[in-house]
């Protein structure tokens, strides 16, 4: 290789290169690469010689017979299990009727000739022309679901008839509770359009079901598994003649939920016939043992196509029984944050426990007439934060949000996961709003009022919570402080093992505490809402079996005139307010924190708070084993 | 005709031509030969592979004419005139990248296009040649071997508009661009210590990142992409398909237009990725031999072009240019034969379509200009 010296660079170059090694040494390297890629060519030769002569054999088989095919197996779909072991969808085997288009002679006489066999309607057909556009003609495409065992008797004895149909054993999602729990596990559906941009097509490809909503949607990808395969070589009617290649599919994990289906049953009964919500959680570890949203609906309706019919009964219905309103529902939540700002004014030190405010009945801002106005017309006198919690003292709350001013109430509540999601295993969580004045000029671009502060105190205004973010403040109350994500996955099992695989709490970074005395100032306020004398919820707390520390609520949903009473009797029920109650168990070492939401009930302490109790007795007096059983011991001692 | 073409041959290879029509053109015989060769076969393969669509084929030699004008031109700017251009072509193009991230079209749900009113193109493409220029450039006064300062930088000068195609995402340029970088750095003296340490730090990187920095779904995918055969409902058909066309055609082939495969549309992408298959089917190892040949005939002539050449920057973009080529028809032959895994370029001169053809070809031109323009005397 000639190599040439070349003259130095011009000369502002302190040192002058010695470009002859350096000619010297890219020649080396050139040499090295040039080597590299006769190698790499000499590697793709032996690879070409591999296929082309070592395989030719195997290879010019099956292109002449071209008809190697690929088939998926789909995985079985994991099962779904309540903390007990009870089961909520299971798979039941049933027969589909599948089509080759590329096999069909004449695809219109064929199902036409098919009708007289079984019933085929017109969505059964568009659905199939639709679904066989997107695969390829030689893959089978589902005609009719759910064949009946005459159907299927009818089919096969004529299956010769039709090149080209097949029948195919199945699997059809089915929940043995029917509407029980049904916003928590959901359910799947066919395969649409929209889910088809976003799914792994090859890992559906065997697929025809996927989840819709609930832990189903959630939780799709373990429930899934993973698809197999096979390579087969097939005859000239595409019927398989022996399989070439292998691989099995991965079944999807079974998963147990912590729901407690007993607890969950009972907490729909006890909502009787309100709309609303329920959410139990246990506050040592976030568990969710109970989400209730109601009115509630069948889920096995939806796994094989609904009806128009039903479908529309459903979707129009006013009550709006589909939506789930434990995580979506956002409501104004009333007097249930008052213990929150309570906690929030002793941390803040902005007052103690015994100084007294006093509550005329309504309360004024300086220089304004405006009067905002106590539940309370006659006024509670001179109140002191645990009277203001177990009477719900407007006045006080609308004195110290004063105080206190939004942003540090926005700041102090953010802490305990209102106004954001709280990461619970579901999809479609609302966030709810928590209002600050930066909230305020970014969404409405207005500047924030002293009023609304006012009213903020009590959970009015623009503040929206979700059942489950009060259930989950009052289970991190509950906790003074420590924060568990509220979560619906108990433990995972692999299909045909015995081994259960629990899920672990996920811990989150804990609310700041300045004061323990504080926490448990607010708490003793919670206790006697119940148990107090005077307390909203008394007539609950009457023969509790332990102590409950809890908050009434009230949202107005009609706002009321300035000098105008409100009379429940003379408003229509769409009109009165909801009633909520927020409360954990036993007081001194909570085992269960619950939000409840009764729509249009009227009043916390006479609708939802006997609603909560009903809840409360039936998991630590009976279901709950380890508590129920030292506390008979306790009360036999 | 052939005779003079053959004496212009040599008359370049002695380096004593100042006649000639090629010399005077500033275009290289051996190459400009190759490069019409391969581009012809190509023509033929895609007559059959599109079959034997007049549409297409017009198409492509339009696209191939472009391509050779393209050669013509860049063939024209001496090495002097590219170096100083250099900058400005490399931070152009990285500013295009920046602008498809911005507001780009996205197409088969990438985002690759820009679209400057007129014409639409893909900056990306740009630093197929833009990165090999600007090593080059960098190491033109850097003595070498280059010290580590001089590596970290032009490791930087590699990394950031591959993030960029990364981004897009676009799997087969990034490794493109990166491996281009990458050539520079080895022809330009990186030393085995360091391309040993490399390498061992990611044969340790590699498990751990995989173990404790993937999650389980993405690790699935990093297994079918490098085992698309475990695949077979989605990319892994295409393996199958094309290693039976592969393999079906033997030693000699099932001569032109016979490839049953391709023909009864088994083989997907038959024209465009998967062309290499077609070839094989129909034209055997024996054909299969000689476009390797082809091929390594190709990068050779550029290795040496590069070898020749004058000075730092002509040679490492003389260098990067050739090896470029190679990385397309090793991974492309690769892909389609099952030993790599799968990832969209194109087989150079013989695939249907793509706008690459133009930038290799620019990149060839510069090759020749490298070669054919004047340079500092001797001594």
Known sequence: MALRKVAGRRGDLAKVKDSMAEAQLFSRRALMASMLVLLAMLGLGARLVFLQVHNHQHYTTLADSNRVRIQPLPPTRGLIFDRNGVLLADNLSSHRLE??????????????????????????????????????????????????????????????????????????????????????????????????????????????????????????????????????????????????????????????????????????????????????????????????????????????????????????????????????????????????????????????????????GFFRLPNSQHRFRDWNRGGHGWVKLDKAIYQSCDVYFYDLALKMGIDRLHAYLDQFGLGRRTGVDLDGEKTGLLPNKEWKREVHDQPWYMGETVIAGIGQGYMLTTPLQLAHSTAVLAQHGQQFRPRLLYATQQQGSDRVIPELPRGEPPVPMVSRANWDQVIRGMELVVHGRRGTARRTGKDAAYRIAGKTGTAQVFSLGQDEEYDADNLPRHLHDHALFVAFAPASDPRIAIAVIAEHGGGGSSTAAPIAKQVLDAYLLELDPLYSATHETQSAG | ???????????????????????????????????????????????????????????????????????????????????????????GGVAMLVAVLLVGEVGKGAQRWLDLGVVRFQPSEIMKIAVPMMMAWYFADKPLPPHLRAIVIASIITVVPVLLILKQPDLGTALLVGSSGGFALFLAGLSWRIMLGLGG??????????????????????????????????????????????????????????????????????????????????????????????????ISRSLYIAVQAPNTFSRVLAGSLALIFFVYVFVNAGMVSGLLPVVGLPLPLISYGGTSIVTIMAGFGMLMGIHTHPRPLSH
Not at chain 1, 225 to 254: D, I
Not at chain 2, 7 to 18: F, H, P, T
């Open chain 2, 201 to 298: 730090l990611g044969l340790v990187a590699a498990p751990v990142f995989w173990t404790f920095g993937m999650r389980d779904y993405q690790r699935q995918r990093v297994l079918t992409f490098l085992d698309p055969e475990s695949d077979p409902l989605g990319s892994g058909w295409n393996i199958i398909q094309s290693k039976i066309a592969i393999g079906s055609g033997g030693v000699y082939g099932k001569g032109w237009l016979n490839g049953t495969q391709s023909h009864l549309d088994f083989l997907p992408e038959g024209t465009t990725d998967f062309i290499f298959a077609v070839f094989a089917e129909e034209f055997g190892l024996i054909g299969l031999c000689m476009l390797l040949a082809l091929y390594f005939f190709i």
């Open chain 2, 1 to 91: 005709m052939k005779l003079s073409l053959l004496a212009e041959i040599s008359a370049v290879d002695d380096g004593r031509l100042d006649r000639g029509v090629l010399r005077r053109a500033h275009l290289d015989g051996p190459l400009l030969l190759s490069l019409v060769a391969a581009a012809l076969l190509g023509l033929v393969v895609l007559y059959s592979a599109g079959r034997q669509n007049p549409d297409m084929l017009v198409r492509q030699g339009i696209r191939l004419s472009l391509g050779f004008i393209a050669m013509v031109v860049a063939a024209q700017f001496s090495s002097h005139f590219l170096r100083r251009w250099t900058p400005w072509v490399y931070l």
């Open chain 1, 99 to 360: 089509v080759t288009p590329e096999q069909m002679e004449d695809m219109d006489v064929t199902l036409a000739a098919l009708g007289e066999l079984v019933e085929i309607t017109e969505q059964d057909i568009q659905r199939f022309e639709k679904l066989s556009n997107r695969k390829p003609p030689y893959a089978g495409v589902p005609l009719r679901f759910q064949l009946t065992e005459q159907e299927v008797a009818q089919l096969a004895v004529n299956l010769h008839r039709f090149p080209g149909l097949e029948i195919k054993a199945d699997l059809t999602r089915y929940y043995p509770l029917h509407e029980h729990a049904a916003h928590v596990i959901g359910y799947v559906g066919r395969i649409n359009e929209r889910e088809l941009q976003t799914i792994d097509t090859s890992q559906y490809s065997g697929s025809t079901h996927i989840g819709k909503t609930g832990v189903e949607k959630s939780y799709e990808a373990m429930l899934h598994g993973r698809v197999g395969h096979q390579q087969v070589e097939t005859n000239a009617q595409g019927r398989v003649l022996r399989v070439l290649e292998s691989t099995p599919p991965v079944p999807g994990k079974n998963i147990y939920l912590t729901i407690d289906t007993r607890l969950q049953r009972i907490a729909e009964q006890a909502m009787a016939d309100y709309n609303g919500a329920i959410v139990v959680i246990d506050p040592r570890n976030g568990e969710i043992l109970a989400m209730v949203s109601m009115p509630i609906y069948d889920p096995n309706l939806f796994v094989n196509g609904i009806s128009h019919k039903d479908f529309d009964a459903l979707n129009q219905s006013p009550h709006r029984p589909l939506y789930n309103r434990a995580l979506r529902g956002a409501y104004p939540p009333g007097s249930t944050i008052k213990q929150l700002v309570g906690l929030a004014g002793l941390e803040y030190g902005i007052m103690t426990p015994h100084q007294a405010t006093y509550c005329p």
